[in-house]
Each structure stands twice: as structure tokens, then as C-alpha cells.
């Protein structure tokens, strides 16, 4: 599957509402300094442990759980249940990223961010952006290229890659691991991902292909077509027509009283 996370011009058709909050996000802007004091020597008695964390420091993110009863590799939820994932391959422009964050959070859903390593290295902040809206945070391999093709060694590193980084900058591997550019994992990969500490491995079962650029309404078709209770959508971050199409997609979830939720929470 081709799954690269690389922006794409705008198309006309895209609806005027979603064009201008996509051109409002594209105007953004973001340190700290710390000094040592000196005089531990002179001290008699030990210096008094800092607190954990400093008021209004962020708690570190969730760690992955094991869900019991569910495979290694997940691809929906429980069908009984009026919940759906809607989970996104965290690359490309930060500005589109953040005005799909915002859309999602205007309708009150929460959505899964796969995001990938290279990407959090060159836009560190949109791990905790991510997080603070209320949405799980999980490992898309670090520099996104084909799994599934890779050694053992070559593919351990892929994994383990993202999974620094994220706990880096957020205190957590993250909550969920997906391979990339494949929709399944081999079992080569299944197992790398258990051993580098994640209990499942999230695939899906309703493509957007919003990858291939088709326009707004035909992602929303695309989706609506084929989305009942519990399924795991898989959409993408730097594409213009998922920022239009999300909106009508999210009108489509609500008016047949399918709520968006976090992936921990379609499965808790």
C-alpha cells in the first residue's frame, strides 16, 4: 500500500468552510533555561529531593496495555458497542495536523495519532499537542519505509527508533504501534513490537484513501460506505482533502449516533 505521509497541493474542490480553517492554521510559531546552583559542597546536611514533578509539569503519557481476549493484531473493536476509531499516520505539515486535531476537537471526538519518528524529531511539540487534546499517542516506526521488507535487526530498529523518541517527549513509548506502509503486520513484526514492549499491534478495517488524494467527498463515501461499530479508520495527517472531508465525515458519525473515541477506549 502506498502510504506516504507527503503533502499534496490543495484541490478546487475542497469545501470553503475547510479551506479557510486549513489557510487560518498555516500561520504558526515555539525555551528553557536552566541553571545549576553552586554551592553543594558547602552543604552539611543532604540537599532536599526535588518533587517528581514541578507544578503544572506534564504527567507522563499512558503506556501501551494488554488487552485481554483481544490477537496481538487488532483491526477493529467490539461490534456491539456505537464506538469507531478514526486514527491518523501522524506525517507532514504540523499546520494540517493541527487543524485536524481542532476539527476533531470542535466535534468533540478523539482521535488515535500514529506518528511517525522523523517527523516528531523535526516538529517535537505536536507530541504533547497531541496529547493534551485528549488523544492516544502511538509509534508509526521512525522513518516510515516498508517494514515488512526489512530484516530482523533492521525492523527492531525501526520500532524501537520511534519508540525513544516518543518516550523522550512524552514520558511513553505510546499507547499503540502500527507498521508502515502495510496495512498487517508480518509475524516477524508482530513479534518485535511485543518485544519492544507493545502488547498489540493496530491494524484496521475501513481505508479512507485519503492518501490518493480523491477529493473530500470521496473520502467521506469512502468512509461512510464501509464504517459500522467498532471499526478502526485509517487516515493520514498532510493531506488537504482529510482536513475537508473530516467534518462531513464527523456530521455522517453523528447523525447515525456512531461516536468517535480514542482506540484505548474503543477496546476498554
Not at 226 to 248: C, K, Q, W
Not at 257 to 262: E, H, N
Request: aromatic content about 4%.
Amino acid at each position: 500500500m502506498n502510504d506516504s505521509g507527503t503533502p499534496v497541493h490543495r484541490r478546487s474542490a475542497l469545501r470553503a468552510g475547510a479551506g479557510a480553517a486549513l489557510a487560518a492554521a498555516l500561520a504558526t510559531g515555539c525555551g528553557d533555561h536552566d541553571t545549576a546552583g553552586t554551592a553543594a559542597k558547602t552543604l552539611t546536611h543532604p540537599a532536599p529531593k526535588k518533587p517528581a514533578a514541578t507544578a503544572g509539569a506534564p504527567a507522563p503519557a499512558p503506556a501501551p496495555r494488554r488487552f485481554p481476549g483481544q490477537p496481538v493484531q487488532i483491526d477493529h473493536g467490539p461490534r456491539d458497542r456505537a464506538r469507531v476509531a478514526l486514527t491518523f499516520h501522524g506525517q507532514g505539515d504540523p499546520a494540517i495536523a493541527r487543524t485536524v486535531l481542532a476539527e476533531a476537537e470542535r466535534a468533540r471526538a478523539q482521535v488515535t495519532v500514529l506518528a511517525v519518528g522523523s517527523w516528531l524529531d523535526e516538529h517535537p511539540e505536536m507530541a504533547r499537542r497531541i496529547l493534551d487534546g485528549g488523544h492516544d499517542l502511538g509509534n508509526h516506526t521512525q522513518r516510515h519505509i516498508d517494514i515488512s521488507s526489512m530484516g530482523e535487526a533492521q525492523a527492531y530498529a525501526e520500532i524501537t527508533g520511534c519508540a525513544q523518541r516518543l518516550r523522550r517527549l512524552t514520558g511513553s513509548i505510546g499507547t499503540w504501534f502500527r507498521p508502515s506502509r502495510t496495512q498487517y503486520a508480518t509475524p516477524l513484526v508482530q513479534r518485535l513490537a511485543v518485544r519492544a514492549g507493545y502488547p498489540h499491534v493496530l491494524s484496521y478495517d475501513v481505508d479512507s484513501l485519503d492518501f490518493t488524494s480523491p477529493g473530500a467527498a470521496a473520502v467521506t463515501r469512502k468512509v461512510a460506505g464501509e464504517i459500522r461499530n467498532g471499526s478502526v479508520v485509517s487516515m493520514h495527517f498532510g493531506y488537504a482533502d482529510t482536513v475537508a472531508a473530516l467534518p462531513l465525515l464527523l456530521t455522517e458519525l453523528d447523525r447515525r449516533g456512531l461516536r468517535a473515541v480514542t482506540t484505548t477506549e474503543l477496546l476498554t
